[in-house]
């Protein structure tokens, strides 16, 4: 089982930048795939990027291709998520999650282990 805890979020102006970060506690296997998904209120919760392991392929959500950038660093267990040009629609809480075994991307039940969440908020 792999433990994930988000740091980085916070209050941001349109336009800004903030940058997440996920510390992936890795006992016994490495994962395949590292993601972040994001919930704004009263929404359900959507894909936003996502990397492999390995040969760190990404893949982004239509809304944030282009804006957000997500890299991992397998050294340090830990997968970034850096945003630019935030806009108020980003506002939600982002969560980072792994997956053991190949799944389809974009799907959260691909995922089996979830971080707590950390909150972005972006002012118009």
């Known amino acids: 089982q792999v433990q994930l805890v988000e740091s980085g979020g916070g209050l941001v102006q349109a336009g800004g930048s903030l940058r997440l970060s996920c510390a992936a506690s890795?006992?016994?296997?490495?994962?395949?795939?590292m993601a972040w998904f994001r919930q704004a209120p009263g929404k359900e919760r959507e894909f936003v990027a996502a990397?492999?392991?390995?040969?760190?392929?990404?893949s982004y959500s239509d809304s944030v291709k282009g804006r957000f950038t997500i890299s991992r660093d397998n050294a340090k267990n830990a997968v970034s998520l850096q945003m630019n040009t935030l806009k108020a629609e980003d506002t939600a809480i982002y969560y980072c999650?792994?997956?053991?075994?190949?799944?389809?991307?974009?799907?959260?039940?691909?995922?089996?282990?979830w971080g707590q969440g950390t909150q972005v908020t972006v002012s118009s």
């Open positions: 999650a792994s997956a053991r075994y190949l799944g389809v991307t974009r799907y959260e039940s691909s995922y089996d282990s």
């Open positions: 990397i492999t392991w390995s040969g760190g392929i990404t």
């Open positions: 890795i006992r016994t296997f490495s994962p395949i795939r």
